[in-house]
């Protein structure tokens, strides 16, 4: 046979390393070896036309890791997809046709199932968690393959020595991470820096690759101390020192800063992040070093994400007016920016004219991609975690029963109206404290709902606990109580974004539009409140599959925009698409029989700390870097996964 034009185009010119560059297109140096699918084949014959080279002999077969066999494959980039199989050798894939010949020292049948790149989850916590886990769970048992830490402005590096508590704070609150995991789990002392931070994580190996944002709040704590925490305006010297922080961190491999810039955001003090009040001055000085370092992506979570605030608790800034900043950082520093956005109930609208906002600015230059979830964001109660009792008088005296005790204790008629007509005894818990906030929050029984493992995320108006509690006469608080005591394990959850309009019909919206990125998982935080880890699952069985009350999305779109789409935003290059060459991160899915698994309390944090948790069925196979790291939804051990670096090893 001859090669090209008329005949076959070989996978890969192996031998010798002579480019087409080097030629022109076609012409090459003959003879050499060539990768044929699976077959290493010697073409003879002078320099010529690629056209006219000839086959001379078969010089042997390929011996490949993993062949992938059967799935539907998509590729992360094309929407439609295509049966293929996949060959995996040394990390990356080699090669992807129908009907590979080659053998492998593992196969993995696919048929029946999809084929995609594992998920990047850009918006994630695991800031402390990688330092004492390598398994990466919830989001390794979810396929996600990469993940960014770092986010919303908090983080632990760097850190002065002895100054971990104020970090520790930051996050206990902000995040609901329990601080005495943080203080029990992290080996503190082991960094100062932010390179020295990303050096200790180099060391370590992992379910998934990680990494890491500069967080705001960290370099202000560094840099100014208590009046950073304070949000005191920055000197000139602060500025100078916060910079260059900034800029040696992306250099040392950062992927970008983060900011948080809401009021809801409070230490476990009570005092909002550090960095919360940043003016132009610091948040532009910043963006300089971005443009010096020459990387990096730049992550905020505006004022006013959440609304304009109740009385006593009003932002600082509109968000129109945070969007015009962005624009401006964006442009300054020539680097990409993301943002949280959802739906409000105080602005039902401020969505679509943000993304229009977001739209004219990037049309005179920025590059701002507005970062929206996959469903409603939610509070959890429970018996076993997190309720509005807590802090009532009588609940304290049997808090400490063992649950069915307690729960039987707290169902005695005069126990239950003293919960309901109490008032709070804050004494001995922090005004930051998720303990605090939950029990003197305002609670709005038109957004509480069941939450169970299967729950859609889409109820109807007629399932909030207000029109239940109504239709059967009951005050709301009442029937949340009753209903939480009622059965074992019972949990609700609260709204309080992406719902104005009981339905998730503005989520799809967003989910749709081309400017938006898909994130807010906040994998590794709240971990006893929120769990929208599961996020990739969820979008494949809900968006992709289960969904009634609306269209669904297009599988090709959900995953493009979970895979691909993340992975170029911060320049990983080498991952999110399907294709030879590039990363063998991959995921093998029974889409049919996909299913988010029973929601769980576990005692599994250091220190004996809590976190909800709920894993999926239905991921056959999760390869990383052409390692299987979970087969049929258990993890294998393999920890092919480690700290990238940005502007480097894909990510520039
Ligand atoms: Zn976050």
Known sequence: MSVGQNGRWP??????????????????????????????????GRSMGLGRAEVSHLKGILMHDIMIRGGLVYDGLDPLPQQLDIAIKDGLIQAMAANLTADAKVVIAAEGAIVAPAWVDIHTHYDGQVTWDSEMNPSASHGVGTIVMGNCGVGFAPVPKGGEQDLIDLMEGVEDIPGSALHEGMPWGAWETYGEYLDLLETKTYALDISSLIAHGAVRNFVMGARGRANEAATQDDLNAMSDIVEQALRDGAVGFSTSRILGHRSITGDPVPGTFANEIEVLAIARAMKRAGSGIFQLIPSSTLGSGREGFEEHTALSDEIDLIAKLSRESGRAATFTLFQVD????????????????????????PQVGSRPTGLVFSLSTYHPWMLKPTYLKFKDLPLAALREKLKTPEIRAALLTEANDPRGVAPGSMTFGIAHAELNHAQIFE??????????????????AAAQGQVPGEYLLDYLLATPNAMAIMFFTNYSEYNLDAVRAMQMDEVTVTGLSDAGAHVSLIFDAVNPTYQ????????SRGEVLELGHLIHRGTYRNAQLFGFTDRGHLAPGKRADINVIDFEGLQLGPLEVRQDLPAGGKRLMQGATGYWATIINGVVTRRFDNDTGARPGRLIRGGTAGAQ
């Open 540 to 547: 494949l069985t809900y968006w992709g599959r289960d969904r």
């Open 451 to 468: 939450l169970t493992g299967s729950s859609s995320y889409e109820p109807t108006a007629e399932e909030a606990f207000a029109h239940r």
């Open 11 to 44: 996978k890969a010119f192996l031998k010798p390393i002579m480019s087409f560059a080097q030629h022109g297109p076609g012409y090459l140096s003959l003879p050499y070896e060539a990768l044929f699918d699976d077959r290493v084949i010697v073409l003879k």
């Open 346 to 369: 105080d602005w039902r609208d401020q969505w679509q004219l943000a993304l229009k906002q977001v739209k004219d600015h990037n049309a005179l230059g920025a590059q701002i991609f």
